[in-house]
């Protein structure tokens, strides 16, 4: 394989809107040169789950304004209930991922990291990492964890030793479209200094730029790279 040709990429996102917080300027890059980019969304908001009616339509309006935006290959939902993954036991998870990479012969995997302070976030870390099993998963070349505002920078356990990007992507040309897309997401937005905020996530972006050298960056611990 050629660093040129199509990839297929697998966004794991525990809830909507992780995977534009976390990767969203990386997304458009994928879809701009041409990869498949599929948005795998772990977690649901249903009227059994307690939510009303006009918040499950609320959200699914969302998920598919998005999913237009981004121009995805494919958007799999694998319908755990929100906010509760901690309860589920860890072979549905895997088994429901699985199925997804397998499906899609997933090369690139993006997932959340693992000391998160949202419990369902270290679940759907924990899954994707036994689907990144060589022997079992053989398509899966790399596997990147990427940072949650509001969840990453809350993990206060004291033998996490912190979110270390060693993976810096350039997205100096799709932020304002990251920024724009994150506004569909308006039931998870807040004015400054909330962390889930435009000016948050754009200093955040600055930031990892002047640490790579570039006007803005979305940051990453590179997990896994067979090439």
């Known amino acids: 394989m050629h660093a040129s040709d199509p990839q297929t990429v697998l966004v794991v996102a525990p809830h909507p809107d992780d995977e534009t917080l976390g990767c969203g300027g990386t997304v458009l890059r994928h879809v701009q ?7 795998v969304i772990v977690t649901a908001v249903k009227t059994s789950h307690g939510f009303s009616e006009e ?16 121009g995805f290959a494919g958007v799999h939902r694998l319908d755990f209930p929100t906010m509760t993954l901690d309860t589920v036991p860890k072979g549905d ?5 699985g199925r997804v990479v397998k499906e899609t012969s997933a090369q690139i995997l993006y997932v959340p990291y693992r000391n998160d302070a949202h419990t369902d976030h270290a679940a759907v870390f924990d899954a994707a990492a036994a689907c990144a099993k060589t022997f079992r998963y ?8 990427y940072e949650t505002l509001s969840e990453t920078e809350f993990g206060i356990r004291p033998d996490d030793p912190g979110f270390r990007p060693n993976l810096f992507i350039d997205i100096a040309d799709q ?4 920024l724009e897309i ?33 006007m803005a960056a979305e940051a990453f611990m590179l997990l896994k790279e067979i090439q």
Do not use: C, N, T
């Open 33 to 39: 040169r041409g990869d498949r980019v599929h948005w």
């Open 182 to 214: 994150m506004g569909i997401f308006a039931s998870e937005l807040g004015p400054f200094p909330f962390p889930r905020s435009e000016v948050a996530l754009r200093a955040l972006a600055q930031l990892r730029g002047s640490q790579s050298g570039v």
């Open 138 to 145: 053989p398509s899966v070349r790399s596997v990147r964890a």
């Open 93 to 97: 998870l895997v088994g429901a991922l």
């Open 175 to 178: 932020l304002d479209k990251k």
């Open 55 to 70: 918040r499950v339509r609320s959200r699914d309006a969302e998920i598919d304004a998005v999913a237009r935006a981004y």
